[in-house]
């Protein structure tokens, strides 16, 4: 019989797509390599109601993430087969884990995780791991859903101090005990556990990959910026292109990668399932979001055109497989975060993975771990100006890569997975 510790990551399984697949992943790896835990990542089949109108599961990486490990994975979990909820905590159970981290990630799953934390707070600790609060949108009805799946839960993990707060004030009544150790010693008060976005080390840079052959297959020029991630308003690609487009007005030497999926422009748009989804996710919208959350016909790439700078710009419209992360990074020389909105990033992640220098916006948790000049530079939000000044001076005033690896080496996958295990 088996003497080791035995923890679930409740989250999308290594089959999704995005940030939060890779977290969840990641965290289960750095499980994997303390030699008595014995650990489970517990997955959803389908994290979201079945009318939202996009493909969530990866279906182009070859590259196995979890090759080498003992991580067990068990895809049961659907949200819209109440259920599986039930099934989900029998097989949960019968783990018998000692702590189940729940990935929180979008407040529309408030109503199934809640649950869970209902079922097995009775046997187990939960831990929500909190990649928000207050969510982008932030409707009646992601506050209402937000707060029902996390009354349930007995302690946190927040990966900024500003996502404690928003904790503190969506549970005025209560007191919460914060530590950055991960201890729960204090009886009677849920906890607080102030971290970090750890850097991932799921992708590594290729020593063989030709740097200058890519460079030059694809027409880039001596400089290269990168947009990496999921097109979505909040990222700011909008604001992206044209502070780029205002910087090669100054200098013929410059390039621009966006690469990524446009995120709602996934499905096939001639089936009528996909018609069906759209029809009743808009009526869906109409009634519980704000117009100006709307995103249907979000598209900045139309910019690219107009402004004239399509010989400038490598634009990868799609999800990148696995196997493929690593050329895009190892070609740019500056990362962009042109966010409006930022809670802690795993595109600000991967590119520390890079140890690729970032410029981002003032915003959220972002000059928390930028150091303006040190390891990145710091821009205003929506000043298309600034924005060029600031991709200027990282050219003329290069970060050097050693600060990034300085600054960002207490942020490891493995201190983070000790803080969990902490006990007093």
Request: one cysteine or more; glycine letters at 6%; hydrophobic letters at 35%.
């Amino acid at each position: 019989m088996s003497n080791k510790r035995k923890i679930v990551c409740f989250g999308p399984g290594p089959k999704f797509k995005g940030g939060i697949a890779n977290y969840n992943v990641s965290l289960a790896k750095a499980f994997d390599k303390m030699d008595d835990v014995e650990i489970h990542i517990v997955s959803w089949t389908q994290q979201y109601p079945a009318i939202v109108p996009r493909e969530f599961v990866d279906k182009t990486s070859k590259a196995d993430l979890l090759e080498g490990t003992d991580v067990k994975v068990h895809y049961i979990t659907n949200y819209n087969r109440p259920g599986s909820w039930k099934k989900t905590v029998d097989l949960i159970l019968e783990i018998d884990p000692e702590t189940v981290i729940i990935q929180w990630y979008n407040a529309q799953q408030g109503w199934p995780l809640g649950y869970l934390a209902k079922k097995l707070k009775k046997h187990t600790e939960v831990l929500f791991d909190l990649h928000f609060v207050v969510p982008k949108e932030n409707s009646k009805i992601d506050a209402w859903l937000t707060k029902l799946g996390l009354k349930r839960a007995e302690n946190f993990i927040v990966h900024a101090l500003k996502t404690h707060k928003e904790l503190e004030s969506l549970f005025p009544a209560e007191q919460f005990h914060l530590t950055e150790n991960g201890d729960r010693s204090k009886d009677g008060l849920r906890t607080s556990i102030k971290l970090y976005h750890p850097v991932y080390d799921l992708f590594k840079p290729d020593s063989n990959f030709d740097i200058e052959g890519f460079k030059k297959e694809h027409q880039l020029r001596k400089y290269v910026f990168l947009y990496f991630g999921f097109i979505r308003r909040y990222k700011g690609l909008h604001n992206v292109i044209p502070a780029f487009a205002e910087l090669s007005k100054r200098r013929d030497d410059v390039s621009l990668i966006v690469c990524g999926e446009s995120f709602w422009n996934t499905l096939d748009n001639s089936k009528l399932s996909s018609k069906i989804k759209n029809f009743l996710f808009g009526i869906a919208k109409s009634l519980f979001f704000k117009k100006e959350d709307d995103e249907k016909d979000y598209n900045p790439l139309t910019l690219i055109d107009e402004l004239g700078i399509q010989d400038k710009v490598l634009l990868v419209n799609e999800f990148v497989p696995n196997e493929d992360v690593n050329k895009y990074f190892q070609v740019s020389d500056v990362g962009l975060l042109f966010y409006l909105t930022a809670t802690p990033s795993g595109v600000e992640s991967l590119n520390y993975n890079f140890k690729l220098p970032v410029i981002a916006t003032s915003v959220g948790h972002f000059p928390e771990t930028i150091e303006d000049g040190y390891n990145g530079y710091l821009c205003k939000p929506d000043n298309i100006r600034d924005m060029a000044d600031k991709m200027e001076l990282s050219l003329n005033q290069p970060i050097n890569r050693d600060n990034i690896t300085e600054k960002t080496k207490e942020f490891s996958w493995d201190n983070y997975a000790k803080a969990i295990l902490y006990r007093n």
